[in-house]
């Protein structure tokens, strides 16, 4: 009898060691991801995404569109609410770990946090979503989406009998779908943290969006669903007929004049995560904001429509309007996968989880990257967004003056 247990226990033992060795890579991604925000990782992971999922890597080209200087000081208060707040504890107590200034095209501010430094990639979570925006404007003016109230379900039939049957492309673009989504980070089996395992475990991504259902009637109601943004993904690729990945290249990437690569998170079938998967250092965060800040010119060259960015921080239905408060409890608006902030003279914002910011105010001619890794990001309704828009409204306003270069 003895005998018997010691050879099934050895039996289990090699078993063990044979799955380790066969599904290493899958073992330390879910290990990885499954603690991604701990406390004592969670800088660390931010800009190691590489050990947590799949990568694919978008080379920068040169040349680089480079920045002036005209260092300016932070200014040292600013108010929240009727009270006065000290700026270095907001940074502190929002887990800063990078904070770039731009003011036209000069660096007024540049620091870095936490032990990170200027060349670290930082994780984008959800301010992808708007670089996808501007790749599916881009694809709209080449005559490739012709109307955006088409369902989506037109150009990727394999999503018909799911949620996203016969919803049009702008509901979905205006997370407007009717999709029903659980985006609640801290569930463990919440949608968006089942979506994670997949990144981690192995899968499609287009096979998730596949399984979502729908909870209400679409185009009224604004309900964070992250999914939606690798739906508009999947009409993106279909409509091309390219590989994601390529299209962003030609028509992005190579134009901005990054100093670094990009790298997108990808599914095991290699499709980035568009809807939160892009890491890029923060100054070529701040490169995509001056773009939308400038019209979508850059060296006298149309990258973006003009139309389209307007289009894209414009809300234009009730539900969309800056003070309504959707699911994610937030009083921001919203447009094709840009914010608008609460009374914005002429403001707008992408946004990502845990506190990561490409502000955008073009009366002062500014743009704030802000990345952080804000455990309490989530905490009395997202109230952390709202601080965070009262400081850059005052390290814009004390930058009204135009800003002289340095040498």
């Known amino acids: ?79 929240y609410k009727g009270q006065t707040r000290n700026m270095a504890d907001f940074l502190t107590a929002s887990s800063t770990t990078a904070l770039v200034v731009l003011k036209g095209n000069n660096v007024t501010f540049e620091d870095y946090y936490q032990g990170t430094g200027k060349a670290d990639y930082r994780i984008s979570w959800s301010m992808a979503k708007s670089f996808l925006s501007a790749l599916f404007g881009i694809a709209v003016e080449e005559g490739y989406i012709k109307d955006l109230n088409a369902p989506v379900t037109d150009y990727v039939p394999e999503l018909k ?26 569930d463990f089996n919440s949608d968006i943290n089942r979506f994670g395992r997949v990144m981690a475990l192995g899968g499609s991504f287009d096979d998730f969006a596949a399984s979502l259902t729908s909870e209400r009637e679409q185009g009224n109601f604004m309900h964070y669903v992250s999914i939606d943004t690798h739906v508009i993904g999947m009409v993106l690729r279909a409509a091309t ?124 001619d500014v743009v704030i990257v802000k990345n952080s890794a804000d455990r309490n990001f989530m905490a009395n309704d997202y109230e952390s967004t709202d601080i965070a828009i009262a400081a850059f409204r005052a390290i814009s306003a004390s930058l009204a003056q135009p800003a002289v270069a340095k040498q």
């Open 1 to 79: 009898m003895r005998l018997s247990i010691k050879k099934i226990l050895l039996a289990l033992l090699l078993l063990l060691l044979l799955f380790t060795g066969i599904f290493s890579t899958e073992i330390r991604q879910f290990y990885h991801t499954v603690r991604l925000f701990d406390a004592d990782v969670i800088v660390h992971n931010f800009s190691h995404m590489e050990e947590v999922a799949p990568t694919a890597v978008i080379s920068r080209q040169a040349p680089v569109n480079q920045f002036g200087s005209a260092p300016e000081d932070l200014p040292e208060t600013f108010v």
């Open 161 to 186: 009998g799911s949620g996203y049957e016969g919803v049009s492309i702008k509901n979905v673009l205006q997370m407007s779908s009717g999709v029903y989504f659980n985006e609640d980070y801290g």
């Open 241 to 364: 007929q390219r590989r994601l990945v390529d299209y962003f290249n030609d028509k992005l990437w190579s134009k901005l004049g990054t100093e670094q690569d990009a790298i997108y998170i990808t599914d095991s079938t290699g499709e980035p995560m568009v809807l939160g998967g892009l890491n890029l250092m923060a100054r070529d965060y701040a490169r995509m904001g001056a773009l939308y800040r400038d019209s979508g010119v850059l060296n006298g060259q149309q990258i973006v429509p003009a139309q389209w960015i307007e289009d894209s921080i414009t809300p234009d239905a009730p539900h969309l309007m800056p003070g309504e408060r959707d699911s994610a409890n937030t009083n921001l608006g919203y447009g094709y996968q840009w914010w608008i902030p609460e009374n914005p003279d002429q403001e707008f914002m992408a946004l990502g989880i845990y506190g990561q910011y490409i502000f955008v105010d073009r009366k002062n």
